[in-house]
């Protein structure tokens, strides 16, 4: 338990935050799985603003966002080749 009041406000916040993060993360996982189905310029299109919006939101770090937006953008090129 926290011992002060700054302590334990930041605790509050920090669980509507992860709340919060694990909800958004849980569907970014399901559309992306979704996409990589159904994989299409259209789809791949989705998939990139759907993770730069979770980078944006700071669910994602950055990287990690472009990280799979490249792994994404491969799997497309490859299924189209």
Same mark, same amino acid.
Do not use: F
């Given at each position: 338990?926290?011992?002060? /009041?700054?302590?334990? $406000?930041?605790?509050?916040?920090? +669980?509507?935050? =992860?709340?919060?993060?694990?909800?958004?993360? !849980? @569907?970014?996982?399901?559309? /992306?799985?979704?996409? $990589?189905?159904?994989?299409?310029? +259209?789809?791949? =299109?989705?998939?990139?603003?759907?993770?730069? !919006? @979770?980078?944006?939101?700071?669910?994602?770090?950055?990287?990690?966002?472009?990280?799979?937006?490249?792994?994404?953008?491969?799997?497309?090129?490859?299924?189209? @080749?």
């Amino acid at each position: 338990m926290a011992n002060h /009041i700054s302590a334990a $406000k930041r605790h509050r916040q920090s +669980e509507k935050q =992860r709340i919060r993060n694990r909800s958004i993360k !849980s @569907a970014l996982n399901t559309k /992306i799985k979704k996409i $990589k189905l159904n994989i299409g310029i +259209e789809s791949a =299109r989705l998939g990139q603003s759907v993770l730069a !919006s @979770a980078a944006r939101m700071g669910v994602l770090h950055r990287n990690t966002a472009a990280r799979r937006i490249s792994r994404l953008v491969k799997n497309l090129n490859q299924n189209l @080749a």
